[in-house]
């Protein structure tokens, strides 16, 4: 019964924005790395940062610094992440696209209230989320699937071509971030999701 009021939660939540303008946020099975999304563009940071253009408080890292950041769980030691903010302890990194797009997805480590993401068209928000959006623990937890997982933001008809990260505190650690252009999910496959459990949505502020 408490799996099934959960359900009908998220279905509720469906169609509650599938008429409305609304950024729908999914999370990955726990133990996904990467994007689902065929066609997505995904920075690894294997090269660098791998934007048109990176700016702001951030760091190309590997593995751990006490007090300071931690490797996404599962990730291999020596392999490169982006941790914000660097090098003191409150910050944004400032992600230009270099073209629109509508999806954007990224493996989020350790999520924490304070961390923060936004979107940006020309200058002008679209939205932002914190940790407390994407995850009901959102503790920091190094090793949680609840705050180690892919997430997904769907912003239908709306674009953006710039992405901020930003943390008050130790840090907001990510890797393999995707983004592309896609047809806004439909109802049947928004249902679909809200029937597993697994979709969450807000409207989106009114600027």
Not at 1 to 12: C, D, E, N, V
Not at 174 to 188: F, Q
């Amino acid at each position: 019964m408490k799996r099934f009021s959960q359900w009908m939660t998220a279905l509720s939540l469906t169609l509650a924005f599938t008429g409305a303008q609304a950024t729908v946020i999914t999370h990955s099975d726990p133990g996904e790395m990467h994007t689902d999304i065929a066609g997505a563009t995904e920075i690894d940071f294997g090269n660098g940062c791998g934007y048109a253009s990176c700016s702001g408080d951030f760091q190309i890292v590997t593995g751990d610094l006490s007090g300071r950041y931690a490797a996404p769980a599962g990730t291999e030691s020596d392999n490169p992440y982006l941790s914000v903010p660097n090098p003191v302890s409150s910050g944004t990194a400032v992600l230009e696209l270099g073209e629109t797009a509508n999806y954007f997805g990224l493996y989020w480590g350790s999520i924490d209230s304070y961390n923060t993401i936004s979107f940006f068209l020309a200058g002008v928000l679209v939205d932002t989320f914190t940790g407390n959006d994407v995850s009901v623990a959102a503790d920091g937890n190094q090793l949680a699937s609840a705050t180690n997982r892919f997430i997904n933001f769907f912003f239908g008809d709306l674009r953006f071509d710039e992405v901020q990260l930003g943390s008050d505190g130790y840090a907001f650690e990510s890797d393999n971030h995707a983004y592309a252009t896609v047809s806004e999910p439909g109802t049947l496959a928004l249902l679909g999701i809200a029937l597993a459990g697994l979709v969450m949505a807000r409207r989106r502020k009114q600027h």
